[in-house]
């Protein structure tokens, strides 16, 4: 920033943002409480829509299925910027005990998106309080079902949501890293994730006559010992790569040898030639250990979003920036990570970066994303908010 004014501005958009903070955080509480799985959102998608007629926003519902995409127009020409946030929740029982806990039977917002949509919002609302002054476009990409494969993102892109985007930022409330820290990384930052089912059928008889049977648990723990060698010594160790069985289901009576097992499981890798090998060893010691053991089996890989792929300009672009943030205590280069996320689809399309703002709660202890004890420290909302209207606010300036 080289001018008095532009400074002004960024400042002025930092106090509209922390004026809004109660209602974000009362934004978020509502969501939390009436949570809608992948597929399934009603509700959210009109409460979104609702909350950006209000400001006088261009609002298009059903995008791509269930998405809401909104857009401000700025009073002088320049780029569009599209920001977005998620809102789906996932099939979780809450076991918080706070008054704005879940009220939907085994539904939770357990990974934030509630946050990122109650952040964005917020920011919607603050960046229209000056939009006269904008030197281009901002588009607000409300997203559905970002949690089940194949998500939201593709069809909402298949549907326009990224027409006449020049740029697009995102972020993700990270509940294990410090609250105030801003973590990115350019390039490779969030693995491709896939799943697998495996179905050994065996032949079932009786515990006291194993000798008559083929018997598939048996089997099961020896693919299980077999597959732990598929990272270690069938994939090259300057490659990242995670094979995990998470599932086994061979339930019998006690006696009984069971006649067929499923095991389901996770694959995640950041090069394509590497998700491609795995997904044929996996089969080939499927094939080799039942061969083995005189047993058939089905096998289905069914491959989930690509990797997350940040691009290099935009990345260094958020690392300079997000420090301006008042709420800003930190800002780290992070390492790879391994779970995924379908903004990948976005970045294929348009350039961008995707980065993680720590949620973390200051002297409690930080359940991962997904447990069903997951909370965040609600003064993210500020510091996302903050961080994704100043990338807005300087790409802008730096692009008319």
Not at 17 to 38: C, K, N, T, W
Not at 251 to 272: C, H, M, Q, W
Not at 313 to 336: D, H, R
Request: glycine share 10%; with cysteine; aromatic share 8%.
């Amino acid at each position: 920033m080289e001018h008095a004014w532009e400074v002004e501005r960024m400042e002025q958009l930092f106090r509209f943002i922390e004026e809004g903070f109660d209602e974000m955080v009362a934004i978020r509480r509502h969501l939390h409480q009436y949570p809608e799985l992948s597929f399934e959102e009603v509700d959210t998608p009109k409460f979104i829509a609702a909350f950006h007629e209000k400001l006088g926003h261009e609002v298009r519902t059903e995008v791509g299925g269930r998405g809401v995409v909104a857009t401000l127009k700025g009073g002088r020409p320049g780029p569009t910027v599209a920001l977005r946030a998620d809102f789906d929740a996932l099939p979780i029982q809450e076991e918080n005990d706070f008054e704005y806990k879940s009220k939907v039977d085994g539904a939770m917002h357990a990974c934030g998106h509630d946050g990122h949509t109650a952040a964005l919002l917020g920011l919607a609302k603050a960046l229209n309080t000056i939009k006269g002054d904008l030197p281009g476009n901002v588009v607000f990409i409300h997203q559905h079902a970002e949690e089940l494969p194949p998500g939201g993102a593709i069809a909402m892109i298949e549907d326009g949501c990224l027409e006449g985007v020049d740029v697009i930022f995102g972020t993700h409330l990270w509940a294990t890293c410090p609250l105030g820290e801003i973590g990115y990384r350019s390039g490779e930052f969030m693995a491709a994730p896939d799943r697998f089912v495996i179905k050994i059928q065996g032949y079932g008889g009786h515990g006291s006559t194993p000798e008559l049977t083929k018997d598939s648990i048996a089997i099961a723990g020896q693919l299980i010992v077999n597959m732990q060698q598929i990272v270690s010594r069938r994939v090259s160790a300057l490659d990242s790569a995670v094979v995990s069985i998470c599932s086994i289901e061979g339930k019998n009576p006690f006696n009984i040898i069971a006649d067929s097992v499923t095991l389901g499981g996770t694959v995640r890798t950041f090069k394509e030639e590497v998700r491609q090998h795995i997904e044929n060893e996996i089969e080939r010691v499927i094939r080799g250990t039942c061969l083995a053991a005189d047993a058939d089996y089905t096998y289905t890989y069914t491959r989930g979003y690509p990797a997350l792929v940040n691009h290099q300009a935009e990345t260094e672009f958020i690392a300079k920036i997000a420090n301006l943030a008042p709420s800003v205590t930190s800002v780290q280069e992070y390492s790879p990570q391994m779970g995924g996320e379908d903004f990948a689809y976005y970045l294929q399309h348009v350039k961008g970066t995707f980065f993680y703002t720590g949620a973390a709660i200051p002297g409690r202890e930080s359940y991962p994303h997904h447990h069903p004890k997951f909370d965040f420290d609600e003064r993210a909302l500020l510091t996302a908010a903050q961080v994704l209207g100043n990338a807005t606010l300087q790409y802008m300036e730096n692009n008319q």
